[in-house]
């Protein structure tokens, strides 16, 4: 395992496309969510809603990059017929998709700890100057505070969930776009068809399974008892999907030539 696991963080360190996704991930989450809290405003008839979430929304755009790279950190070995090299090198299939795995998911929890802690940064310094204060029931955020913690470690892990999952799909899948598809429909559409749906079982249920929907409920720190789906219970959701992804992908890996 440990020379695979250096195998693929040289591969990861030595080409320019991770890095430059890893900075785009943390540019865009912060970006969004510095967006986000300059425009809200708190006015006399009152302050309402979930500052923490809101000063983590950059994380839904930031993880559409997160997929690109999982998705191209072994569709782009297939691409460019790499992938014979390494098998070759390493013909133990499980242990080389174990390696990728682990490896992208250290990047992108790196990343995304970054990218979490400079948007909470952005909303601690923002917000009370659009009158979010102490005085009217919105203290200045804090990783001391327990659920704006559990909000911030989630969202790190959820990221870290969601590469994992485009990985699964793109072992299984092979080719760049055609999985960077489906992932990404997995995550934006699902949220968009629970909305067009009348019935409010269905509506519930989807935002209950989505990858997304489910797995943010992480970033909730207020009124959870009115969500479809508890946090944790919400980031288990995802992690089944990345599971099932990186299962089908292995499988698969494992039976047909490379």
Do not use: N
């Amino acid at each position: 395992m440990r020379p695979a696991l250096h195998a693929e963080w040289t591969k990861i360190r030595t080409v320019a496309s991770p890095l430059w996704l890893l900075l785009g991930t943390v540019v865009a989450t912060v970006a969004l969510s510095a967006g986000a809290t300059s425009m809200v405003r708190c006015t006399s008839t009152g302050c309402g809603g979930d500052m923490t979430k809101l000063s983590l929304i950059g994380v839904q755009l930031g993880q559409a990059l997160v997929v690109i790279l999982g998705v191209l950190v072994i569709a782009g070995e297939y691409s460019t017929g790499m992938i014979r090299t390494t098998l070759a090198v390493m013909p133990r299939r499980a242990t080389v998709l174990a390696a990728k795995a682990v490896t992208l998911a250290g990047v992108v929890a790196a990343a995304g700890t970054i990218a979490v802690l400079g948007s909470l940064l952005a909303g601690r310094l923002l917000l009370p100057g659009h009158a979010f204060t102490t005085a009217r029931g919105h203290p200045a955020l804090s990783l001391a505070d327990g659920p704006t913690l559990r909000a911030a470690l989630g969202s790190v892990l959820y990221l870290a969930l969601i590469a994992l999952l485009s990985l699964g799909v793109a072992t299984a899948v092979r080719d760049s776009a055609t999985s960077i598809g489906i992932v990404l429909g997995l995550l934006y559409l699902v949220p968009v068809l629970s909305q067009m749906i009348g019935d409010p079982r269905w509506q519930r249920l989807l935002q209950q399974i989505g990858p997304m929907s489910a797995g943010l409920a992480i970033q909730a720190t207020t009124d959870l008892h009115s969500l479809p789906i508890g946090p944790w219970a919400g980031l288990g959701v995802t992690a089944g999907w990345a599971a099932a992804a990186l299962l089908a992908g292995g499988l698969l890996l494992r039976g047909r030539d490379a």
